[in-house]
């Protein structure tokens, strides 16, 4: 995928940081500057509006590391299906960023009213209804999950259970991948197997959902699993066995040996943010 169709949308998101950034920074020393002045330093109006800078730029800094992370490791986007995925997942921190930047004026005004009225009780910080970048994990795994992409799900497959060409050849046509439209689409996802009337194994259907978050990435190794299961049982009679059991230790290898070491690698130490 060329680098211009990853970097055009993120340097769009940082030309509006930048624009925000330039005027909450004048808002927020000015008001810090009057209110030190007028009320002094230990006053609750001139600390809040510098603990409020400082949660600004902390959560900006935040949200660069992932618009870094991505740049840095675009290569593994493979695909239309991994673009959509990175514009969704830019779409949630842009959704996130509204709620934040709201919170930032709302708390600008009420420290303004605050300063004119020498009501300290409006320096307060108000409740909010969301978790600052710096206060969850969330956004970090969903940036984790873009980098690795649907080619990480190949790749961990082929090295960890040595799942060969020719298999992925074969689902091909055989994958079929459902959107929001389609109505209780979980209730369809899974990996059917024909089987013919002396109980052998003679083709496969397997229906997915399009990966959008770590569920979904999750759902697609455990049925991948499944369909290889049924691949080795072609011309083969069906074998009932636990099918689950062996797909749910696919899933948790997956986290273990690929996600949280590339967690670890690009957003050290871990839990901490910094």
Partial sequence: MEKRLIKEPINDLKEINLEETI????????????????????????????????????????????????LNNYKNLIGDEDLDALLDYLELIDTWKEDFILYIYNFIDDLNIAFNLNQEYRAQFPKKDFDYLTETDKYRRECIRIILGMSSVIDYFSADFNFPEDFYEYMKNRTIHLDDSHENRMDFIGVYPKIDQNGKVMDIKMYLPYIEDMKTLLITIHEYYHAYQLYLQLDKEFQDIDYEKDAKAAEQKYLEEFFEPTYQRIFKPKNQFT
Avoid: C, D, P
């Avoid at 001139?46 to 660069?64: A, D, F, G, R």
């Fill in 23 to 70: 005027f909450i920074t004048s808002k927020l020393i000015f008001q810090y500057l009057r209110s030190l002045i007028v009320y002094g330093f230990k006053s609750k109006i001139t600390t809040s509006n510098l603990e409020l800078l400082k949660i600004y730029y902390q959560n900006l800094k935040e949200e660069n590391k992932y618009y870094k992370a991505i």
